[in-house]
């Protein structure tokens, strides 16, 4: 039995995944490519089958099953595009599968599931977190004696999505400086490794994280695995609070670099891709490209891959993503303001303390006749970063007694 995912059992991949995967195409960005000085390319596994490269090692493990395993029945836990990999399997091998899914996941990507595994899938919504619904998941598995499909610490699965770095070398037209890989669970990158390791040694390796979900970070720093306490579940599909033993195993010895990346950083990449390149990214599918414009290295001259791992975003979610992008960038604040109970007092801030490019977007008052003051929560939108001094000195100037919120998380999260 193999310990370690291998190039032969990548090749094996390959020849599995031939007939139901896509060569998802190795697209040339201009505007990363001028920003870092640099060639610049994606690898767009977002318009992959199922939108996800997820699917390149969800198959892979499943059709590596035996024909007795197969009939028992399947499980999996997945925070989606796992899932969907996972039903789209399921579906094409007719196999029966358990899906275990946070109840926090976004409708799209149940949905997704659903549809992809049709009548061959169930799909059961437990827990807040993966690592919460991976456990219930792991239970029912052991107990009713279905072969539960992980979602990155296993070596079929990791394997597969190592079929991605073989697609890179051959699309490639010279080798490659650096490729930018995102990193939840570990899989992925794992993947990477195993293949450019030995195909092309000279090929750096950087992993990004969320900031809100450092489970490969600290783990390194450590050198051990790291269970974290809290978790930021924006990127969800990134989001895991603890990695797995085997891509630990191999990244914490051959990852050349691991970053993070602020939740924030990651919206305003994901607007940024959508309005100058008209591509649809995932907040864990823009993780990577935001890395790159986050990482303070001298990449002049040099050839960078970077993997665009997903493309399953709900739209809804959008006035979010704004909203995250504004606060990371300062350009939206969130004050308290005590506003005097007389006449002109609303006109007098409209006209005094706002600046000319500045734009209320919230606001929340409640007039108490009975008392001096009363209290309006108010956001406010600013056309440039530096306009927040500005704008707090006159409201000192013009005596406005206010509580900032943004560095107030208790009562900020009521407001996005």
């Known amino acids: 039995m193999k310990n370690f995912p291998s190039i032969e059992g990548v090749q094996l991949a390959v020849s599995r995944l031939s007939k139901v995967i896509r060569k998802t195409p190795w697209e040339f960005n201009k505007r990363l490519s001028s920003l870092k000085n640099a060639s610049v390319f994606f690898k767009r596994e977002d318009l992959q089958q199922i939108r996800s490269f997820k699917i390149r090692g969800a198959y892979n493990k499943i059709s590596s099953l035996s024909e007795e395993k197969r009939v028992v029945g399947i499980i999996c836990a997945s925070a989606g595009n796992h899932a969907q990999g996972f039903a789209f399997s399921c579906n094409k091998m007719q196999i029966e599968g358990v899906v275990y899914m946070p109840a ?12 992809f595994g049709g009548k061959h899938i169930r ?4 827990g807040d977190t993966y690592d919460t619904c991976q456990k219930y998941a792991l239970k029912i598995a052991k ?13 079929e699965v990791i394997e597969g999505q190592a079929t ?14 650096y490729i930018f890989v995102p990193v939840g669970g570990g899989g992925l990158i794992s993947g990477i ?22 489970s490969m970070h600290q783990s390194i720093i450590s050198d051990k695995r790291v269970v974290l306490k809290k978790i930021d579940n924006f990127v969800d599909g990134a989001a895991v609070r603890e990695i797995g033993k085997i891509p630990f195993k191999i990244c914490k010895t051959q990852l050349d670099e691991i970053i993070t990346v602020d939740e924030g950083k990651v919206c305003q990449t994901i607007l940024d891709l959508y309005n100058k390149e008209g591509i649809v990214a995932e907040p864990a599918g823009a993780l990577a490209v935001a890395g790159l414009e986050e990482i303070d290295k001298d990449f002049e001259g040099k050839r960078i891959a970077i993997l665009l791992c997903g493309g399953n975003n709900d739209i809804l979610r959008m006035p979010e993503i704004s909203e995250r992008a504004l606060l990371y960038a300062s350009l939206k604040h969130y004050f308290m303001i005590d506003f005097p109970q007389r006449a002109g007092a609303l006109k007098e801030f409209v006209t005094e303390i706002l600046g000319p490019n500045d734009d209320i977007t919230h606001f929340e008052f409640s007039k108490k006749s009975y008392r001096i003051n009363a209290p309006a929560v108010v956001g406010i939108k600013l056309k440039k970063a530096e306009d927040f001094t500005l704008l707090v000195e006159r409201m000192k100037i013009h005596n406005f007694k206010f509580d900032y919120l943004n560095d107030k998380q208790n009562l900020f999260q009521f407001l996005i």
């Open 104 to 115: 926090t996941t976004p409708q799209q990507k149940v949905s997704q599931v659903r549809m």
């Open 123 to 126: 799909v059961v919504l437990i």
């Open 143 to 155: 107990k009713e004696g279905k072969t539960f499909i992980h979602a990155f610490d296993d070596i």
């Open 164 to 177: 991605i770095a073989l697609e890179i070398l051959e699309q490639s037209s010279k080798p490659l400086d």
């Open 193 to 214: 490794i195993t293949v450019m390791s030995i195909l092309s040694p000279e090929t750096k390796i950087i992993g990004v994280e969320p900031q809100g979900a450092p």
